[in-house]
T-cell receptor, first 113, second 114 residues
Framework: GAGVSQTPSNKVTEKGKYVELRCDPI?????LYWYRQSLGQGPEFLIY????????DSGLPNDRFFAVRPEGSVSTLKIQRTERGDSAVYLC???????????FGPGTRLTVT | AQSVAQPEDQVNVAEGNPLTVKCTYS??????LFWYVQYPNRGLQFLLK????DNLVKGSYGFEAEFNKSQTSFHLKKPSALVSDSALYFC????????????WGAGTKLIIKP
């Protein structure tokens, strides 16, 4: 079946602009996670959704970052007033439930110039 | 505090030789342990997991991992390495008694030389 998909695959934006990154999880997976990964490092947790609600948003670095999952399927990560330090690969993962392994999408490479 | 350590930044192995990628962890409760692999310019792929049961877990692509509770380790192994195994490997742990987050190691770059 279809895996986790993320769009766009690459996004270049200017400092100060607003961006939205989309994640389409595996059908039926109730758990959805956002991470960001810098080159040569492990994923950094951002937020976890169980269904429509954010069960854990403790990884969001500041209030410029926000994520939604209004219907319990597709999720959007929103970044306001982007900064050069936001440049990274943003990964989305889904899972049947939080106890199980996570399946990752290919990521969105965000570059803030 | 929960943590995962992958003590080797890079592991070099000759093709056909056995390989081991090390992982140790620290959690307060019972661990769920995972290994993931990341090929260049691709997303993370699940390899195997330990939740309960047999200490030796078998996964994808001929990999296996051994859970050792006394040494708090979960080393990844393969009897005979392939050049195509060259990639970045991540160990991750979840403390099921505390929260939902996966704690990730920094990753180990595995290089298999022909």
């Amino acid at each position: 079946g279809a895996g986790v998909s993320q769009t766009p695959s690459n996004k270049v934006t200017e400092k100060g602009k607003y961006v939205e990154l989309r994640c389409d999880p595996i059908s039926g997976h109730t758990a959805l996670y956002w991470y960001r990964q810098s080159l040569g490092q492990g994923p950094e947790f951002l937020i976890y959704f169980q269904g429509t609600g954010a069960a854990d948003d403790s990884g969001l670095p500041n209030d410029r970052f926000f994520a939604v999952r209004p219907e319990g399927s597709v999720s959007t990560l929103k970044i306001q007033r982007t900064e050069r330090g936001d440049s990274a690969v943003y990964l989305c993962a889904s899972s049947p439930d939080w106890k199980y392994e996570q399946y990752f999408g290919p990521g969105t490479r965000l570059t803030v110039t | 505090a929960q943590s995962v350590a992958q003590p080797e930044d890079q592991v070099n192995v000759a093709e056909g030789n056995p390989l081991t990628v090390k992982c140790t962890y620290s959690v307060s409760g019972n661990p769920y342990l995972f290994w993931y692999v990341q090929y260049p310019n691709r997303g993370l792929q699940f390899l195997l997991k330990y939740i309960t049961g047999d200490n030796l877990v078998k996964g994808s692509y001929g990999f296996e991992a051994e859970f050792n509770k006394s040494q708090t380790s979960f080393h990844l192994k393969k009897p005979s390495a392939l050049v195509s195994d060259s990639a970045l490997y991540f160990c991750a742990v979840r403390d099921v008694s505390s929260n939902y987050q996966l704690i990730w190691g920094a990753g180990t770059k595995l290089i298999i030389k022909p």
